[in-house]
């Protein structure tokens, strides 16, 4: 971590400080439902390369053919969508911030999913910090969020990505009721950056092969589709979508729905870095032979640490149908460090942080970069709102250095 940079940070620190920032992030993308943490988090270079390269490492392990081919099979046969693309449009590599025994602050694999995240959101959240911070002199930057480019390079390729070549006004962000996600300030934030409307998947049409939308009374064709639907949420809420899964249209996706099942939490025990903790399938182990106290039990397929078990018990696994077993995860435990030393003035406690390097796959190359980091803050055991209630210096954050 930068320590000096903190150092003046935490001096700096101030109730009224932060109500600049979150004035600055209102005046962009509106009310926020989610905490928004007290501070950034500052990386130095050494921080950054390995966030970035263990990422890029990862992915290129999941590319290789065999391992594809092993994934496949977890495409669920309803929902295994025509034509999956060679690489996923989006990706999220999410690093626990661990102490390697040393003191020295490591990356350690949490999970990774191929699939959106709050790209247009961490801009505009490390645009309200980097103003907020100029109004410091000792930190007045400049400040940036973006790995490897410079901020407008990086946004042209996102758009690229989104809009993969249609027109914007014939790409939509889809999702179930979008104006109700705790993400709406992100769909606020992609329409003012790239130019797309966030659509209900209930209200698209279907008309042979082709798919519409109606705007400002218009039937406009939709030939993009920015996919933001979960299907936990999709399954959980019984929503009835306008097409089969299987059926193939005239649509291409960012990202791709298979890539939602082929690169998740499943893909986990296929890795080999030394970022990655043990994770094995319930199905695959005999829990009587392992030290259960080691392990934390995960869902494949949710969001938000919905149904992680911490304290894993043998009573708790099995307790899951044997038919489902296949669904759940068991994977070594990672110890956060307290990544975070919080201003004196506010109690001087450690915050733990979980980095997420979002990936774009940018149409004009063969792979994935790295785009930037969203930051989440924890005090409680997991990270997520329901795991840190009533706690300050907790929530959404951005990574920032100087360039």
Not at 44 to 59: G, I, K, N, Q, V
Not at 168 to 188: G, H, I, R, S
Not at 366 to 391: A, E, F, Q
Request: charged share 25%.
């Amino acid at each position: 971590m930068h320590s000096s940079v903190r150092s003046t940070f935490n001096r700096a620190f101030s109730p009224a400080l932060f109500d600049q920032l979150q004035q600055r992030l209102a005046a962009r993308v509106g009310t926020t439902p989610f905490s928004i943490a007290e501070t950034p988090l500052f990386l130095d270079p050494e921080l950054r390369h390995a966030l970035s390269s263990s990422a890029e490492a990862l992915t290129d392990q999941l590319l290789v053919p065999a391992t594809l081919a092993k994934l496949r099979g977890s495409v669920p046969a309803r929902y295994d969508v025509p034509g999956t693309t060679a690489l996923p449009d989006c990706v999220q590599v999410d690093f626990a911030l661990a102490d390697d025994g040393t003191g020295k602050i490591v990356p350690r694999l949490v999970e990774l999913q191929a699939f959106p995240s709050l790209y247009a959101f961490e801009t505009f959240l490390a645009d309200a910090w980097a103003e907020t911070l100029a109004d410091q002199p000792e930190l007045a930057g400049p400040w940036t969020c973006c790995f490897g480019d410079d901020r407008e390079t990086a946004l042209d390729r996102v758009r690229r990505a989104l809009h993969g070549g249609e027109d914007p006004n014939e790409v939509v962000l889809v999702d179930y009721a979008p104006e109700k996600q705790k993400t709406v300030p992100d769909f606020v934030a992609t329409k003012t950056l790239f130019g797309l409307d966030s659509v209900c998947v209930t209200t698209l049409e279907v008309e042979g092969r082709k798919v519409y939308r109606r705007k400002d009374g218009q039937r406009v064709q939709v030939k993009r589709i920015f996919n933001r639907m979960v299907f936990d949420e999709l399954e959980a809420k019984n929503v009835q979508v306008p097409f089969d899964w299987r059926e193939p249209l005239d649509v291409s996706w960012c990202s791709h729905p298979n890539w939602y099942w082929l690169w998740s939490k499943y893909a986990l025990p296929f890795l080999d870095h030394p970022t990655v903790p043990k994770a094995r399938l319930v199905s695959d182990v005999d829990a009587r032979s392992l030290d259960l106290s080691r392990y934390v039990l995960k869902p494949l397929y949710s969001f938000a640490g919905t149904g992680v078990m911490v304290d894993v018990t043998l009573e708790a696994l099995e307790a899951l149908p044997v038919e489902e077993r296949s669904g759940w995860l068991l994977q070594e435990k990672i110890t956060y460090a307290d990544a975070i030393r919080a201003p004196e003035s506010v109690g001087g406690f450690g915050v733990k942080a979980e980095v997420r390097v979002m990936m774009i796959h940018d149409p004009k190359e063969d792979r994935l970069r790295t785009i930037l980091p969203l930051v989440r803050l924890s005090r409680g055991k997991l990270l997520g709102v329901d795991h840190n209630r009533n706690l300050s210096w907790v929530g959404a954050s951005v990574g920032l250095w100087t360039p």
